[in-house]
């Protein structure tokens, strides 16, 4: 690599449970800060969109984040949804923030539809509440 980074990236850390991800993002995040450009870091962990939600998901504490801008973590209240269309927009719009700002993105987490949502060309059909009512209705009657 060289002493200069040539333009901002998006970098994806992502794995199953316990395998690392979060100490691997930020000895990334602190490499391209030693060549010339710093990086954010984006959650991709649906449990970590929720406050209070520390014990269980290996969330970092504040103190741990060695000063590295977090993005999209305690974002939610337990009692919010936590929809993928609504994670790949907010998800898309803090990336590229980080990228106008001149600095690297990484994506981090193991929730691969929440992962894939950002990285691959997925669209939503917006919610059709109607349609639901009639599908919940026949799960109540069919079973």
């Known amino acids: 690599m060289s002493a200069e980074v ?3 990236r998006l970098y994806a850390v992502v794995g199953a449970t316990g395998t690392g991800k979060s100490d ?3 000895r990334l ?10 990086a954010e ?7 970590q969109l929720y406050r209070g939600m520390d014990i269980g998901t290996a ?6 984040r060695r000063g590295i801008p977090h993005h999209l973590l305690d974002v939610l ?13 907010a998800a898309r719009a803090a990336i590229e923030g980080i990228l106008a700002r001149g600095s690297h993105a990484i ?6 539809l929440y992962v894939s949502s950002v990285l691959f060309d997925f669209r939503f059909p917006p919610r059709d ?13 069919l079973g």
Do not use: C
Request: net charge negative.
């Open 59 to 64: 969330k970092l504490p504040v103190a741990e």
């Open 129 to 141: 509440e109607a349609r639901r009512a009639e599908l919940e209705a026949d799960l109540e009657r």
């Open 24 to 26: 691997l993002s930020l």
């Open 41 to 47: 870091i984006v959650n991709a962990d649906a449990m």
């Open 29 to 38: 995040a602190d490499g391209l800060a030693l060549h010339g450009r710093p």
């Open 77 to 89: 209240e337990v009692t919010d949804d936590a929809a993928v269309a609504w994670y790949q927009m």
């Open 6 to 8: 040539d333009s901002a």
């Open 107 to 112: 994506l981090v987490g193991g929730s691969g």
